[in-house]
């Protein structure tokens, strides 16, 4: 069986591609390497080097594919605040390619990186898939565009695309330089500089840190599950919400706190009563278990 993963370089994709290798399906990644990294390349994965808002040179890359992960993207929301026409063009334009190119060639399912992001500030928690989303950033938009088309495609070409929201994914590989949801490794990075631990805001806003290895198990079991036809909308992250100062906490560093920025989520915690249902998913990894284990792979990598 042979499967496509866009975005296969990057922290989420490294990842799965290499537990798709793991369990011996034949595995082809496209990555323009904008935020992807060679060095997480699965040598074993057939890569090309393509950005997906190229219609025409991805195409024939989805040939005699069985199944596709899009995970490409743009993932940071004060990108997008600053650049709200280019990050557009990754998130909006270069996902209808990836659907289309799917949908040319058949595949028999595409699953599709979302974002918790789409819900905007709610006024209850955990956050539901039967909420109305409210985003507040570009990229929170352009997300919930990437789930209608998902539902679009799959109801007016037959081509099943499942959307899976996932909520402040951490782990090793994270972006260190990211100020956004991957804010763990920033924090990695500062201490290791002797630098304070910047914190946007109060500190007192919280995520649903979700460890990237229940992650990927979610990604493989919503392309098994056979009693998935498309169009639904699972959310992927923690029942438990960890404030960034508690975050900070567990980093340990001295603390310095800048304004609020536009667009950032104060809160999110996720109902993940769908994604048991339909998937027979929850996640495994406790948030200190998985910031040790983030923690120790930095170690690593800086040496």
């Given at each position: 069986m042979?499967?496509?993963?866009?975005?296969?370089?990057?922290?989420?994709?490294?990842?799965?591609?290499?537990?798709l290798i793991e369990e011996e399906y034949k595995v082809v990644v496209i990555d323009n390497l904008s935020t992807g990294k060679k060095e997480n390349l699965n040598p074993k994965a057939d890569f090309y080097?393509?950005?997906?808002?190229?219609?025409?040179?991805?195409?024939?890359?989805f040939q005699d594919i069985d199944y596709v992960f899009h995970l490409a993207a743009i993932p940071r929301v004060p990108i997008s605040v600053e650049d709200p026409v280019g990050t557009s063009k990754a998130n909006?334009?270069?996902?209808?390619?990836?659907?289309?190119a799917?949908?040319?060639?058949?595949?028999?399912?595409?699953?599709?990186?979302?974002?918790?992001?789409?819900?905007?500030?709610?006024?209850?928690?955990?956050?539901?898939e039967t909420m109305m989303p409210g985003p507040i950033s570009p990229y929170a938009l352009q997300k919930l565009v990437g789930e209608q088309f998902?539902?679009?495609?799959?109801?007016?070409?037959?081509?099943?695309?499942i959307s899976l929201r996932y909520f402040n994914v951490f782990g090793p590989r994270t972006d260190l330089d990211s100020d956004?949801?991957?804010?763990?490794?920033?924090?990695?990075?500062?201490?290791s500089q002797n630098k304070p631990l910047t914190i946007f805001g109060d500190g007192e806003q919280t995520r649903g840190f979700c460890y990237v290895d229940d992650v990927v198990e979610a990604d493989i079991k919503a392309?098994?599950?056979?009693?998935?036809?498309?169009?639904?909308?699972?959310?992927?992250?923690?029942?438990?919400?960890?404030?960034?100062?508690?975050?900070?906490?567990?980093?340990?560093?001295?603390?310095q706190y800048l304004p609020p920025r536009p667009g950032d989520v104060l809160h999110t915690k996720a109902d993940i009563t769908l994604a048991k249902n339909l998937l027979?998913?929850?996640?495994?990894?406790?948030?200190?278990?998985?910031?040790?284990?983030?923690?120790?792979?930095f170690e690593n990598y800086k040496n």
């Open positions: 042979k499967i496509l993963v866009t975005g296969g370089a990057g922290f989420i994709g490294s990842h799965l591609v290499d537990r080097n393509l950005d997906i808002c190229d219609f025409e040179k991805i195409k024939p890359i909006i334009l270069g996902t209808v390619n990836v659907f289309k799917a949908s040319d060639n058949k595949i028999k399912r595409v699953v599709f990186a979302s974002s918790s992001s789409v819900y905007g500030n709610q006024k209850e928690l955990p956050l539901r998902a539902n679009l495609f799959t109801q007016l070409y037959n081509t099943p695309i956004y949801s991957l804010v763990i490794g920033k924090f990695l990075k500062q201490k392309m098994k599950k056979e009693k998935l036809k498309g169009g639904e909308v699972i959310n992927i992250g923690s029942e438990k919400s960890f404030s960034v100062n508690f975050l900070a906490k567990l980093i340990e560093g001295q603390i027979n998913w929850e996640p495994k990894t406790s948030f200190e278990e998985g910031i040790k284990k983030t923690k120790e792979w």
